[in-house]
């Protein structure tokens, strides 16, 4: 869609809820102002606003969006797209930059609408789409859009599969770019948190060169920088206890204990059976740590301690609450009128996000037998095979098992790099009559993950082992380790294309009673496709022809992924779009748009053979279904008075599963978030996990290739909205939406959570590989494959509000907002008629939390040339994640000061933040603002969340703000 940006003064007023987002003075709505559009069109320019192809003169219509401009965006202290755009009531869902911190981010933040998963929600640059980032969802990375250099935001926030294609069903976030502009301006911004960690600074210039009207051209030029310094989980009361967290709830003390018995000085697990027992139908379980046994401590690492027979590590200490960042973003943009009916454009727009993220040491278990290790089986295995009178023998299934961490390497740290390369152009006639217009797309955007620390080569550190220089079991040798460490190689690099071609016709069919009927038509072209790279060591061990020859084949990267496979794929869409504007009375409209899409078979540039030894590759080929459908959309807008609009719509959309979806080989995604007890009763395969002493096991992640009903079929949604706006004078003005989206067949891109897997073994144990060799260690475990899947139902369903009031002071207007999300329904299946589960207000299966209410109110006063803004933001309480008393993570402190291991679900706080900002406008060129954010220091509430974002814990960085309260400064200069 190609949008038009010279807008009247109408435009703050936007169709159907333009509301500025409760951030500033909510704009009043059109409704009120229908005499003066009529007598005025002749001098208004016709736009297209997001969720309509149909060019008109603005005012209220039938679908809810919400609008911020730049005035609104300047007020919110954003210093970024992603902390714009997150803040917002209608925002849950969304991947953050704190799930980079060994939480499957890998530097990516997105949009999400409703708490609809990101995928559904469409992000589009001036009316396009961009190429999406990310392996499991791919969505658009929103750091790779430079905030400086957009005029408004456009937010809808209904379903529009019917206009814009199958990836809309939640909504749609555009972003529209600064035009037609002649002056310059440039800015420079500071933060600086009260307490230490977190400073962020950013500044930027634009200026514009010729006027479009009156020089028939237009080029602008912008550039911004920005960077954010790590916040340590150290620097922070609330995490850096880490996973050993004393708290109180109820009267009672308890203690949650989220450590890993992965550790250095290392721990022995050893499971044995009886000679009397040769095939090890009653297992013996040894856990010790040889270092405690001969120095009666776990050394001198803080964040290592003793438990019962072992030592464990406290992980969670040692990572960050926000990583490290900084872009760099160009913009050129150059409009020319060709003649009186016809306008050209390109646009260039080129970024560079840097994300540097660290977290704990490489948690490293390995199998130890007499040919793997001699040395360190006779030293540390039979002595106590010896004292226990057990052996471990091929028919008994017993085996040893070091659980290490790589703390001598120093925590794991990956340089995430996205480049963007996104250039569109496009141009729009009139001819006979027919609005014509035509847009090329073509973009690109490349991340690369590289190891900047803490991470290893496996054959050398299996080497320095091997030779004793290095003893894992003792912690002797720790200088040695730096030897076999890998810094500045390039691990994976990941490259996604997206280009299209767009056009379109508009045409006036005739005079209706309410004005003139228009018919718009349109077709696009889409290719995309989508590439990961990976380094030979990541290759390695995956039974797969890509893996390396000889001794590199076995080898891998001590805290990193293996047994990686490369990936190419490709597939073509083409659809047909439609929209009739029937303006059936002065008081009722109704709108009705269609759209056809087909999509081919995903071409799959890597397929292997799975089954047969050796994995040998297969020619390529098109694997999965094609997928085709029709849907479309019916809205109506009534205004019986002016100062009164009710609107409603209903229409139907669907989503085809991603390229990863379809042709990913089945690869080892590393090892589960959580640790469980043996889910079988086959111990010995468990790799030491009891009830007492629950362990990681591995996952494997893989994409479903079959067609017909094997295969994976599309989602299909159904979505509407009700709602009205009412402005009855004095200032006031009000809006509701009542929502609702119903998605069937939803595609579960990431499978079967891994705590549902292990909370429900026997109904998925078609999901389990058990037992299963450990790539990396060598050792015996248990594997839970992700592999996407229809599963069943998703509902969504709510009320969005806004409300706004200008009032008339002794010292200067005040303006007032209130605006948010109230979420009735959401829930969803794992599998067709399976069990209907819910995040609502609780920490759900799928390892998210969707919040009852989030809203925001602001109070804007303006006196002479100071304006001071006020805001409060507000998410309601949910349930906790639950411990089962099996796992023992939550421990209830007794009267004698012991611990008992008990079921816990806790209840996490509501949060509210309050955030001040006050400008000064020093002369029409020159103005300066300053803010507080979280003006009153309030912390997040406990949360013992361990899985779905990073590695942190105390509380979930997904939601809250770590930082603190945190005083920034701007000045701006036009010239």
């Not at 869902?93 to 559904?120: C, D, E, I, K, M």
């Not at 893996?547 to 869409?573: D, E, I, K, W």
């Not at 659809?575 to 056809?596: D, S, V």
């Not at 959309?633 to 009164?644: A, E, M, V, Y």
Request: aromatic share 10%; proline share 5%.
């Amino acid at each position: 869609m190609m949008m038009e940006t010279i807008m009247s003064r109408s435009l703050r007023m936007m169709f159907s809820g333009g509301v500025a987002l409760g951030i500033g003075i909510l704009a009043q709505p059109a409704i009120a102002q229908q005499s003066t559009d009529t007598t005025t069109a002749q001098q208004v320019q016709r736009v297209e606003i997001t969720g309509s192809s149909i060019k008109r003169i603005v005012k209220e219509g039938a679908l809810p969006v919400q609008v911020l401009t730049q005035a609104d965006i300047k007020k919110t202290g954003a210093t970024s797209v992603t902390d714009l755009i997150q803040n917002l009531p209608a925002m849950q869902g969304f991947a953050t930059a704190s799930t980079s911190v060994n939480g499957g981010g890998g530097g990516v933040t997105n949009a999400a609408l409703h708490a609809l998963p990101a995928q559904y929600t469409l992000v589009l640059l001036d009316g396009v789409r961009l190429a999406p980032q990310g392996t499991t969802n791919p969505t658009v990375n929103l750091e790779s859009i430079p905030l400086d250099a957009i005029e408004r935001v456009e937010i809808l926030t209904d379903g529009a599969s019917a206009l814009y294609g199958s990836d809309a069903i939640a909504g749609v976030v555009n972003f529209i770019l600064k035009k037609n502009k002649t002056d310059g301006d440039a800015y420079v911004t500071g933060q600086d948190p009260q307490h230490s960690g977190g400073r962020s600074w950013s500044a930027g210039i634009s200026k514009g060169f010729g006027d479009l009207d009156k020089d028939n051209y237009n080029v602008l030029l912008s550039y911004s920088h920005d960077e954010q310094k790590a916040l340590e989980a150290s620097q922070r009361s609330f995490s850096a206890q880490g996973g050993k967290i004393p708290f109180s709830a109820n009267g009672q003390n308890y203690i949650f204990n989220q450590t890993s018995i992965n550790n250095a000085p290392a721990n022995l697990v050893i499971n044995s059976a009886l000679p009397s027992d040769p095939n090890g139908l009653n297992p013996i379980t040894s856990e010790s740590n040889p270092y405690l046994i001969a120095n009666g401590n776990c050394g001198s690492n803080a964040n290592s301690y003793v438990h019962n027979t072992t030592c464990r590590f406290n992980y969670s200490a040692t990572v960050q609450d926000i990583p490290s960042s900084q872009r760099d973003s160009g913009l050129a943009k150059a409009t020319f009128n060709i003649n009186e009916n016809t306008t050209a454009w390109a646009t260039m727009l080129v970024s560079r996000y840097a994300m540097t993220a660290q977290y704990a040491p490489s948690a490293q278990p390995f199998g130890i037998t007499p040919q793997s290790y001699p040395s360190l089986y006779s030293t540390y295995v039979q002595p106590v095979l010896n004292a226990t009178g057990t052996q471990i023998t091929a028919a008994n299934g017993g085996n040893a098992t070091a659980y290490f961490r790589t703390v001598g390497m120093g925590g794991r740290t990956d340089d995430y790099q996205t480049d963007a390369h996104h250039f569109s152009a496009g141009i729009s006639s009139t001819v006979a009559g027919w609005d014509l217009n035509g847009v090329l797309t073509i973009s690109n955007s490349v991340e690369k993950d590289t190891s900047a620390g803490g991470y290893g080569n496996f054959n050398e550190f299996n080497a320095l082992v091997a030779s004793g220089a290095y003893d894992p079991f003792m912690n002797t040798g720790v200088a040695a380790l730096q030897g076999a460490e890998i810094t500045g190689q390039l691990l994976q690099k990941n490259t996604s294309n997206d280009n299209t071609i767009k056009v379109g016709a508009q045409h006036n069919l005739f005079e209706m009673q309410g004005g003139m009927s228009i018919i718009s038509l349109g077709a696009d072209f889409q290719h995309t496709s989508f590439q990961e790279q990976y380094n030979p060591l990541l290759l390695a061990n995956s039974g797969y022809a890509s893996q390396p020859a000889g001794a590199a084949g076995t080898n891998s990267v001590l805290g990193g992924s293996t047994a990686q496979a490369p990936f190419f794929a490709s597939r073509n869409n083409e659809g047909l779009f439609g929209e009739w504007l029937l303006p059936i009375t002065k008081t009722l409209e109704g709108n009705i748009a269609g759209r056809y899409d087909s999509y081919s078979k995903v071409y799959s540039g890597y397929i292997f053979e799975t089954t047969a030894l050796g994995g040998a590759q297969l020619p390529n080929a098109d694997v999965g279904n094609s997928f085709s459908k029709a849907t479309y959309k019916l809205s109506l807008r009534f205004t019986p008075i002016d100062s009164l609009l009710f609107r409603g719509s209903y229409g139907t959309g669907f989503k085809a599963p991603s390229l990863l979806d379809i042709a990913q080989t089945p690869t080892y995604a590393n090892s589960t978030a959580g640790t469980y007890a043996c889910p079988f009763n086959t111990p010995a395969s468990c790799s030491g996990g009891t009830a007492a002493n629950p362990v990681q096991y591995d996952l494997l992640q893989s994409g479903n290739p079959n067609n017909g009903s094997s295969g994976l079929k599309a989602e299909d949604s159904t979505q509407w909205t009700l709602g009205f706006r009412v402005e009855p004078g004095f200032g006031l003005t009000a809006g509701l939406d009542l929502w609702n989206v119903k998605i069937t067949n939803q595609v579960l891109a990431a499978g079967i959570p891994e705590q549902v897997g292990f909370a429900n073994p026997q109904l998925y144990s078609y999901l389990f590989v058990n037992p299963y060799q450990d790539p990396v260690g060598h050792y015996t475990t248990i594997a839970f494959n992700q592999v996407p899947l229809n599963g069943g139902v998703a509902n969504y369903q709510g009320i969005d509000w806004d409300f706004a009031e200008k009032l008339k002071t002794p010292v200067g207007p005040l303006a007032l907002a209130w605006n948010g999300t109230y979420m009735l329904k959401q829930n969803y299946t794992f599998q067709t008629n399976g069990p209907v589960l819910t995040d609502l207000g609780a920490f759900g299966p799928d390892n998210s939390v969707v919040f009852r209410v989030q809203m925001r109110a602001i109070a804007s006063l303006t006196t002479g040339n100071f304006t001071n803004n006020l805001s409060a933001n507000y998410k309601t309480g949910y349930q906790d994640q639950n411990y089962p008393v099996t796992d023992g993570s939550v421990q209830v402190v007794n009267a004698d000061g012991s611990t008992t291991a008990v079921n816990y679900t806790g209840h996490v706080g509501s949060y509210t933040t309050f955030d001040w900002q006050g400008r000064y406008d020093y002369s029409k060129v020159l103005n300066f603002t300053a803010g507080i954010k979280n003006l009153f220091d309030k912390n997040p509430p406990l949360s013992l969340v361990n899985a779905g974002g990073g590695n942190q814990v105390g509380y979930d960085g997904r939601y809250t703000d770590p930082l603190g309260r945190a005083f920034y400064l701007t000045g701006h200069y036009k010239f």
